[in-house]
């Protein structure tokens, strides 16, 4: 099952963040909680753990680029 990675709310004031880097590559594999890329805030740096365990398919963010709360940023294929 292919699985959105999303980021995710951080807390009631922030709409965006700006994507820093992957510490993943596409075909890798992770399990869930896994730390596979890293965000700023205005208040924060941050890391976005896996949603599930799978292997990274596809990446759609681009460091240094600004997305907002609940923009997807990857996609991660699960087994079923």
Avoid: C, H, R
Wanted: zero cysteines; proline letters at 5%.
């Amino acid at each position: 099952m292919k699985v959105e990675i999303k980021v995710p709310q951080q807390g009631l004031t922030v709409d965006y963040i700006t994507f820093s880097s992957w510490k993943v590559s596409p075909g890798d594999a992770v399990n869930k909680g896994d730390a596979i890329a890293q965000i700023e805030s205005e208040k924060a740096v941050l890391e976005i753990e896996a949603p599930e365990s799978g292997k990274i398919i596809e990446f759609v963010a681009e460091p240094g680029e600004e997305y907002q709360i609940g923009e997807v940023l990857a996609y991660l294929e699960t087994e079923m």
